[in-house]
């Protein structure tokens, strides 16, 4: 509680009174800070940080540290505005109650707040102090506030809370235990048997309730209804556990709400319960199938639409094809504009399905396009499969969720190329021969590549069954002829493939991988290759 608190302070307002600060203030500069907006505004959050939970939370305030280790001064104590409201009021106030602002604040016995204040770090006293003016005990969190650099420190924040009345009922129940104890063997042993057992009935039922209260029962309650010590204890356990199940409800929600920023399974790789448990440089490698998805021409697409627009279609387009990803095994890792970087762990078949199942989203979400005026669009997929190395990276105050890998750049490379080779999907040859049964899809050889970034080449496949169906049937049926003009242009066998796909263009005018190669065999033709020619094409553009 203390360190959100911490990160809720106005430190512009901290600092301007800090800067207010001086060793010979008087009694009337004191109350010119003390009504001060700045001083008001402090209060107000500092008792907004108090209001969390006001029956357990009895202090908050705000110091800054001096040259002396033993010392600090008061800035804000977040009760100081109504007890100067009570005594302008005319009513009776304890003077020795006021931390007003410049205050002494003498920190020689509080070890916990000089250790905060020397290493800038967030501590909770190690154990309760009694108060016995308050009959209370109560144990201190310290948090530093910090400027906007994230490393000056501004002022300390300091926050008392109080247990519950458990201890006193616990202490009372003890003093009458040892009194009938005492009476009971004055009386008879029988009777010290009698009064033991019904006295702690309810004590051995309040256990059994307390025993049942745990992290997946948080709706166990007692229903003790006595008005002796154990009812009062069994009241006091309901109040506790209500305020855990608030708490705890409203973590889950946190958690869940960080879920849809963070994916749960790249925590989950990391080996963490949760992203509480994330540190900056959390590092895993894992073998994994990457994908990436872009909208075709989305620049010109987006210069026709306000950004709101764009941002409408954007998420009516993502919010089609995002759940085919996760129904096929994999996790969004990010979104970069249009377009979806994906990761699949288990198989390189899930991501190939989850490609092909967001191509038939794409037709319904074309057909609802056109049924109300807007025109059709088009994605491209690239997939490969690679070693990757999942961490967390930047600084402590922003980090955030990476993947390294060469693999990454290539696939990024793959979804480019679909434009230039006229495919929907791409995929490398290293996924192309990890998939269990290959003649179960659509699938013919595109090219060897050498594209920007890389010095090995990468062998590249087109899965066609997301084409409309004449073109899937053109494609099936002329793989035989597709291989062998393949085989012939990389032999240098080149007037020979281009009589192959010379007839290939003209029974297919609209495939554009034809025109790619045979434009290669006529520029081979003209100039010939060098020796140690092997037919890999080498891409200069991203």
Known sequence: LTVMGSLTLDTEALKRLKERLSPDLDDREIERVEKSSDFGILTDELNRIRDVEKHLVRYVYTFVPTDDENTALFIVDADVKDLLAAKDAGEAVDEEEFSHFGSVFDISGFDTAKEVIRDRVSLVENEYSTDEAFKVSSITGYAPVFDTDGRTLVAVLGLDMVDTDVSLVLRNVTRIS????????????????????????????????????????????????????????????????????????????????????????????????SILDVRLGDQVQKKMTIMFSDIRSFSELSESMTPEENFKFLN???SRVGPEIRAHGGFIDKYIGDSIMALFPEKPEDALRAAIAMFGKLIEYNGHRQSTGYIPIGIGIGLHTGSLMLGTLGEHERMDGSVISDAVNLCSRLESLTRMYGASILLSGVTLDLLPDKNSYGCRFVDKVQVKGRKEPTTIYEVFDTDPADMVIRKRDSLQDWNGAVKSYFYRRF????????????????????????????????????????????????
């Open 495 to 542: 007037r020979e493939a281009f009589k192959i796909l010379y007839e290939l263009k003209k029974n297919n005018p609209d495939d554009v991988l034809y025109d790619i190669f045979l434009r290669r065999c006529v520029r081979h033709i003209k100039t010939g290759v060098p020796d140690d020619w092997q037919g890999v094409e080498v891409l200069q553009s991203k």
């Open 178 to 273: 040892l009194l009938i104890t005492v009476i009971a063997v004055a009386l008879s042993l029988a009777a010290s048997i009698g009064m033991g057992a019904l006295f702690t009935r309810g004590i051995i039922r309040l256990d059994r309730i307390v025993r049942g209260f745990d992290q997946t029962n948080l709706d166990v309650r007692s229903d003790i209804s006595s008005r002796d010590e154990v009812g009062r204890l069994g009241s006091s356990f309901n109040e506790m556990a209500d305020t855990i199940q608030n708490y705890s409800v409203q973590l889950e929600s946190l958690l869940n709400a960080f879920k849809r920023f963070v994916p749960h399974e790249f925590i989950q790789f990391l080996d963490k319960k």
């Open 316 to 318: 009516s387009y993502l």
